[in-house]
């Protein structure tokens, strides 16, 4: 009956301990601060976007000046002469709008810029993550930049720095 005991006991811990799960975190945002081409493509996806909202300004200050060219003008035209205006700066303003959405929209020229440059790095990284993750046998991995709070970490749980070298970049 001892024996039986102590072999059920045994049989528990041993597979409570087949259960525990390992568990480690990465700082994408420190990883891919590291990689020198993400800090190109960056700077490259900023200089777009900065191109792309001085054009629009342009547009939105030329709409605004026919806005207020027509508000001071409105009592010298015709209704003929006022539909027209109107229908110009109406057109324009959707053409403004087609131009933002054009640039900045869901699927705009800087997202499928940030897709061409950003995504194959970040891909890079994920499998680098995933194939570090899958050697040292961790259940869960967090990501430390992200939304995820967390309190406290032990930085001997901290796989950023080996996915920087699996990638080819010393720290």
Do not use: C, W
């Not at 001892?2 to 528990?12: A, H, M, N």
């Not at 976007?49 to 806005?67: C, G, N, P, V």
């Not at 790095?121 to 430390?144: H, R, T």
């Amino acid at each position: 009956m001892k024996k039986l005991v102590i072999f059920l006991l045994l049989l528990t811990a041993s597979a409570g301990f087949g259960f525990a799960q390992k568990y480690a975190y990465v700082d994408t945002q420190y990883i891919l601060g590291n990689i020198p081409s993400y800090k190109s493509a960056q700077d490259q996806l900023d200089k777009i976007s900065q191109q792309y909202q001085k054009e629009l300004e342009t547009i939105h200050a030329e709409l605004d000046k026919m806005y207020k060219d027509f508000q001071s003008e409105v009592v010298l035209l015709s209704d003929d002469m006022k539909r027209k205006r109107e229908d110009i700066i109406i057109t324009k303003e959707k053409e403004y709008k087609k131009l933002q959405r054009q640039y900045f929209g869901a699927e705009g020229e800087l997202y499928q810029k940030r897709q061409a440059l950003v995504k194959p790095i970040q891909d890079d990284v994920f499998k680098a993550i995933e194939e570090i993750a899958e050697q040292g046998a961790y259940s869960i991995v967090f990501d430390k930049a992200g939304s995820l709070s967390m309190i406290y970490t032990n930085s001997k749980y901290d796989l950023s720095d080996q996915i920087l070298q699996k990638l080819g970049y010393k720290n």
